[in-house]
């Protein structure tokens, strides 16, 4: 178990209390990402301001807003999954992704019949980084390489999440699915 900061390899905490688990993962490389968005946005201003196209105007505004646009999407797509939380408490689990937690997912415990750890979850196996569906595999929110946690549901699908401590979240969701645990059963 990591009890301190210098334990985390890339400064993500995992919180333990009595009824809520918490841990997280970070991507480091979207921020390189997020910086040529930021750049393609620099672009699109720069058209703007000082610009000597003697073309027309309509290209020049094609050019601006496209640029603009292209980068606050590839900004937005970035900063959303530079890393990912996850928490379990008594009744249900929750995924939030990026700085303001969007996209997020709850999914009470009631829904859950089972929990696994997985080393080995790669942004290859589910066609890249971020909110994945794939009707051969299930759903995933993955952020990086690593290990992750894949929820059976009841419904027959599964989801998976990359997490740092995954085999804690495994075990606390284990213990709340278990007859007689904390987890209300519907």
């Known amino acids: 178990m990591r009890d301190h900061p210098r334990d985390y390899p890339h400064g993500e905490q995992t919180s333990h209390h009595a009824d809520v ?5 970070s991507n480091r490389i979207q921020w390189l990402l997020a910086l040529g968005g ?19 105007v309509a290209p020049l505004v ?20 530079v890393h990912v939380a996850l928490k ?8 939030r992704c990026g700085h303001i937690g969007v996209p997020r997912r709850r999914i ?20 890249g980084w971020g909110y994945r ?22 419904d027959g699908h599964t989801f998976t999440v990359t997490v740092d401590d995954a085999e804690a979240a495994v075990r606390i969701i284990r213990d709340r699915l278990r007859p007689g645990s904390t987890a209300p059963r519907r």
């Open 38 to 56: 930021a750049a393609i946005v620099a672009l699109g201003v720069e058209l703007a301001v000082d610009s000597a196209w003697t073309s027309g």
């Open 133 to 154: 569906w794939r009707p051969e595999k299930g759903t995933a929110v993955v952020v990086r390489r690593g290990e992750g946690v894949v929820l059976q549901l009841w």
């Open 88 to 95: 379990v408490d008594t009744d249900s689990l929750e995924v």
């Open 108 to 127: 009470p415990l009631a829904h859950v019949t089972g929990a696994e750890f997985v080393a080995h979850v790669t942004p290859r196996q589910w066609g």
């Open 62 to 81: 094609m050019s601006v807003v496209g640029c603009i646009a292209a980068g606050l999407l590839v900004l937005f797509l970035t900063l959303a999954f």
């Open 21 to 25: 688990w918490t841990g997280r993962a």
